[in-house]
C-alpha cells in the first residue's frame, strides 16, 4: 500500500467513525425526546463539542492529503468528496443539537399521540434509517443504496409539508398545548433538514464513485 | 471545427522487430499545450520523435500509417524541411557551446545556408528571445557564450533558437527534467505564453507538471494510446482504469 492510499484509508475510518457519532447523537435526541430525559439532551448537547473537534481534524487530514500527495483521478474525488460529506455530518450534529435544545425547552413530556399524528416518529426513524444507510453507501462506495435516498426524501418532505395543516387544525380543535405543538413543528422543520442533509451525503458518494455530478439536476437523470 | 494541426493515423513505429507505438490515432489542436505521459518504456519519446522524424534516424527503425501535418503527410516531406515547422526541445538544455547567445537563436538558419540580413538576423533574434522570456536577461550579453548561462536560461534558449524558425509545432522532451524548481516554473510558464503562437506537445514524465501546464493529455501504455482527453478530465475522472491506476500510483 502507497503512503496515499494508507492516508486515505486512515481517512475513510475516521469518516464512517464521524457518521457514526453523528448517527448516535441523533438516535440520543430522538430518545431524549420520546423519553423526556432532559440529562440525555444535555449529553447530546456536550458531546456537540467532540463532533466539532473531529470536524476540524477531518478537515486538516484533508489539507494534509491535498499539499502532501496532489491526489487526482478518484482520489481527487474521493477528497472533495470527504470535504463536504464532513460539512454535511457537522450540520446534521447541529439539527440533533437543536431537537436536544428542544427536549430542554419543553415544559412537559411530549404527547405520544402529537407525535403519532403529526408523523413525527415516521420522519424520525426514517432520517435515521437514511443516515445510516448513506454511511453504509459510503462504505460499500454502494451508489445504488446512495441513490435510493433521494426517494426517501421526498417522503420527508412530504411530511413536513402536511405538518403544518395538521398541527394547525389541532390548535384549532383548541385541545393542545400551544408551545408543545410549536416544538413539534420545528422538531419537524429540523428533521425535513436532516434528510436534505442525507440527499447530500448520497450525491457526494455517488460524486466520488461515478464522477458523476447530480447536484441541481433531476435525480432520475443521474 | 478547425482542421486540426497535426492528425495522427493508424500509426506504428518499430525498432527492428520491436514495436514500440501501436496503432496510434490522434487529431491535436492548434495553440495548446498537449501533454504525453506514462511509464518508461511506453512509446512516448519514439512517439515525439516520429513527428519530426528523428525516429527514423535510428538504426533498425522503422514506421507505418501517416502523420499529417496541417493536412500534409510529414513522410511525403523532406525531412529537414519538416524540422524547420516541428522544433524540438530536449531533456538537457543543448545550446551549442561554441557559438554565441546570438548565433544559438540563428543556428537553425545558419546551419540550414538561409541568407538573412542583418536587419532581419536581429528582429528574429530580438522576437524570439522576447518570446522565450530570456530577452531581457541576454540582451547585454548577446556575444557572449550560450554555455555561459544557468540551466533554465539555456533551455529557454534552446526554446528560442526552435521558434526562431516559426515552426507550427514545438516539441518538448521532459524540458525541464534537468532544471531546478524555479527553472522548471519559469519553463512551464513560458509554455502558456508560446501556446498563443504554436502548438506544443510535452512529453513529460512528471503527472503534475501535465496537470498544470497542458490543455489536453495523451496516456501511453505499452506502445499503445490508452486514453486522449482534455487534461481537466484526465485527472478528475479518466475513463480507462490503466490511466486512473497510473496518475493514482497504483500501477503494477
Redesign the interface.
Known sequence: MTALEHALKELKDDVILMWIMVEAQLEAAHKAMLEYDQDLAREVMQKEKRINAYELKIDEQCEDILARYQPVAVDLRFLLAVLKINANLERTADIADGIARYVIDAPTPFEPALLQSTHLLDMYTQSLTMLSDTRIAFQREDTALARSIFQRDEIIDAYNLQALDIVCAHLQEGKASIRQELLVLSIIRKLERVGDQAKNLAEEIIFYVEAKVLKHHSKQEG | MERPVLEVRHFHAWFGNHEVVRDVNLSLQRHKVIAIMGPSGCGKTTFLRCINRMHELAPDARTQGEILLEGENIYQMSPIMLRLRVGMVFQRPNPFPHLTIYENVLAGYLLNNIALSRTEKDAIVEDSLRKAALWNEVKDNLRKKGSFLSGGQQQRLCIARAIAMKPDILLLDEPTSALDPISTAGIEELTQELKKNYTLILVTHN??QA?RVSDDTAFFYMGELVEFAPTRQM????KDQR??NY????FS
Open positions: 503527472m503534475q496537470a485527472f478528475t475522472a479518466p490511466t486512473q496518475i493514482t500510483g497504483r
